[in-house]
């Protein structure tokens, strides 16, 4: 078997454009990124491996850029990738992580790692890709544990956790110490901040037989300072509503239930129809661009094979249209 | 009438494991050289009539104590083993279909896991079968339903002894593997006795350079500086299988046979650590233990025209599952603690009546009633308290059989089977299959045969109950497959044995089930794709008695196997309709040869994968790839034969060429391996 690893591609990425997070497929190793450029609709796949000869490891989870740095999440390879976002090349890696999800940086030198199997959320310094210290999660054992994606307002930190759990979790980041919690359907799957400085999360509502419970998915609206629901928006017994997305404004929500859908934050109820209906397609990530408000959608197709974005104007006209990896999942803008 | 070509060869000179499992059923080694009849026939058995079978002798079985039946299958067969590393799940699967279109039987009784479908064959040592044959496609339904792939049939035969009889084979090998062997048999004129047990243990912590990962030098302002490829060790894959299997045959010489089959299972698996893993493994533990019991008694009853068998069997299996890390007191919290109990009643009964010489019919019927437990996740509950996500089922299976076989004439048979099956509560519609064979020319024994089924594969346990994700509106799946083929088989006495097949086969699946991941973030079946499976099977094999003492024999097999995805679109972006099936090499082969002299023999053993896609779309990308790999291994064997004992030592290498390889994404497999076994066979009288 002949080896063709070792060749590292150099590359100069432009200042803007959009990191696509290839999961992969669990327990085989291809997870992939890929970079595109809006501007000139090029699309360049598995960029990770090109820049270092080497894989990008077992389900791409997330990611995020402060500065000119990109941080990979990897989640069963249990590792974090900090890359240039220029070149691809990696940087820096944190490791001894348990299954880590989400990363979210308080400063230059804190940031936390949100956990699956794990009833902590792990503080990193990433000036030294150290560990440094663990939240502790209550009323959730290691077998139970999950901690999802993170927002902030002013000096708290907001968590909302999914696997087999009903709650979002209030952390002072001074402290490092979880400071409230609050009770939401089940199962939270996705979390974001509006203008108004509200909290937005969505509930899958379990599944049919699940011993934890299994009722119909909502919509939550939540004040973050008095840390209670506002409103909530039901959606139909079976549903599965995931990626609580936000304009470039940060006034308009989009999520997918099946189709996409999207709604002003004000509004008082959800829309009768679709931003986009589904059409035998397998959404599975959503994004909308900062600055142009793009709506880009990935479709998993069959999940073994190189999925497909579609980027839509935000009036609902197909713009672009192009492959990834298996599995695109997550995007992340430069 | 039968006629009997009778080529009488001098073959096979002895042979590690094989000749000293022979002999110690007989008490004594032979010098030398072992006759082997190859008998070839004009008229064939009635029961095989159209079949399209592999059958394995006892020197590809017992060549190794240390192989299991998926070593044993990836050297002397066509049918895919996809091998996720050294002593860790390995399945096998013929023709293109998915492991769970194998059915497999032990004794008689399918051994099929009722949760998952499949059978590991890691878990199988080859010692413990003294038979074992491939149905292909189309000649599984002779046995039972759902083989949409084929079928492997396994079974152990009384020990043939006389009197005591010892045997005890060590081996040593690479990675401080350690195997052992050891036989006691009994025997007189009614009863046959067999005590057989395999102890193998290994760290399996083969170092391999890892192409996946680099390791990072950073300076004192944590700049990386320099990387590298590691040379990293098989991380978390140490193992230790411990097999025990009792048998008595008791044969009244009134045409009356009983026996029993007892096999008991106790092993740790360590989880081999992906490529692409950066965890510490001493931080993880990753064990997977299982303990199994299977137990089958058996009674035939043999008279000249007719033969009734009645067999009892019961399976029990515990597997667990526990996953966990050190939260850094040292103390190893559990993140996932598995556990599943499978315990199986099975009953079967059958008869075969000959009508004239010409005619035999048969029927079988045999039942199945699983009681399966899972326990996947230790929660707390919205309301406070615990609960467990699992579930517990229970699902009688049924299958049941006509057959009518005809040879009108010497030259000419024909076969009809038709199958009904029952799982839960839902019955298959009929499952017919048709079989035809002829000989074309008797010089040199040239053959024609067809055949044609139609065959359903109910859904697991698991695709219909596992939580999350079990689909209990999951449909059969179904399929038509049609065989036909040629083979041939000519000879001279003590002079040389040549013979080979080809078969050509095609098969339409559908409403294939599969595994897909959900917007709610865990998998869940569905019947999404219609297959066409086809292509073709060669096999040969010549033996050749080179001179006075020296044997040569060689075996091979090469497959030609397009398996592709029939169905419809998913979407206007599906890239994989008209794709080969990832993961199915298009092309296989292996060739087996062996030569000897006297009591030293010399084995090489060769097999080819092509390259295997790991999307449907067929699309090879960087971190997508595995490509076509060779693997040789060799065998030197020589045996010491003295009044009080005899003695074998044999030297194994294993992946001659070093060859870095990967059978599965992400697994590494070892490079150059090498193993020493002595055994010993007393000579009581």
Known sequence: ?334 | MSKKIGIVCLLFALFAGAMAQENATKGKLGRGVALHDVIIYGKRPLKEIGTQKTAFDSTQLKENISLSMADVLTYNSSIFVKNYGRATLSTVSFRGTSPSHTQVTWNGMRINNPMLGMTDFSMIPSYFIDDASLLHGTSSVNETGGGLGGLVRMTTKPANADGFGLQYIQGVGSFNSFDEFLRLTYGNRHWQVSTRAVLSTSPNNYTYRNHDKKENIYDENMNIIDQYYPIEENKSGAYQDFHFLQEAYYNTGTGHRLGLNAWYIQSKRELPLLTTDYADNTAFENVQREQTFRGVLSWDFLRSQYKVAAKAGYIYTYMAYDYKRDVGNGIMANMTESRSKVNTAYAQAEGEYYWGKERLFSANLAFYQHFVETKDKNIIKIEGGNAIVGYKKARPELTGSLSVKWQPIDRLGMSVVVREEMYGSEWSPIIPAFFIDGVLWERINLMAKASVSRNYRFPTLNDMYFLPGGNPNLKKENGWTYDAGLSFAVGRENLYTLSGSATWFDSYINDWIIWLPTTKGFFSPRNIKDVHAYGVELKANASFCLAKNWTLTLDGSFSWTPSINNGDPLSPADQSVGKQLPYVPEYSANVTGRISYKTFSFLYKWCYYSERYTMSSNDITLTGKLPTYFMSNIAIEKNLLFSFADFSIKFNINNLFNEEYLSVLSRPMPGINFQLFLGITPKWR
Not at chain 1, 8 to 34: C, H, K, M, R, W
Not at chain 1, 170 to 175: C, N, Q, R, S
Not at chain 1, 305 to 333: H, N, T, V
């Open chain 1, 1 to 334: 078997m002949e080896w063709d690893y070792g060749y590292q591609e150099d590359f100069t990425a432009p200042t803007s454009g959009l990191f696509v997070i290839n999961e992969g497929n669990f327990q085989y190793g291809n997870a992939t990124l890929s970079f595109y450029d809006p501007l000139t609709h090029q699309v360049e796949n598995e960029v990770f491996f090109r820049a270092n000869a080497m894989k990008l490891g077992d389900v791409a989870q997330s990611m995020l850029i402060r500065g000119n740095v990109g941080w990979v999440v990897v989640n069963n390879s249990h590792v974090v990738f900090a890359i240039n976002t220029t070149t691809f090349k990696e940087v820096g890696r944190i490791t001894n992580l348990t299954s880590p999800r989400y990363m979210h940086f308080v400063s230059d030198t804190k940031a936390y790692i949100t956990q699956l199997w794990d009833n902590r959320i792990f503080i990193v310094n990433p000036k030294t890709y150290q560990i440094t210290g663990h939240i502790q999660c209550p009323n959730m054992t290691m077998e139970s544990g999950s901690t999802e994606q993170m927002v902030q307002k002013g000096k708290y930190v907001y968590v909302n956790c999914w696997s087999y759990q009903n709650r979002i979790l209030k952390i002072d980041t001074e402290t490092d110490q979880i400071v409230g919690e609050l009770q939401v359907g089940v199962q939270p799957t996705s979390l974001a901040l509006d203008a108004y400085g509200k909290l937005w999360t969505v509930t899958d509502g379990g599944y049919e037989g699940s011993p934890y419970g299994y009722e119909a998915p909502s919509l939550y609206r939540i004040d973050p300072e008095t840390f209670t629901i506002e409103k909530k928006f039901m959606f139909a017994m079976g549903d599965s509503p995931s990626e609580v997305q936000l304009n470039g404004d940060k006034t308009k929500l989009y999520w997918i239930n099946d189709a996409i859908w999207s709604m002003p934050v004000t509004a008082e109820t959800i829309p009768v129809d679709p931003f986009l209906p589904a059409q035998n397609t397998i959404y599975y990530g959503l994004t909308v661009c900062p600055t142009s408000d793009d709506v880009y959608i990935a479709d998993a197709i069959d999940y073994v094979q190189q999925g497909k974005i579609y980027r839509y104007s935000s009036d609902g006209k197909l713009l672009d249209e192009f492959y990834a990896g298996i599995i695109p999942g997550a995007f992340c803008w430069k």
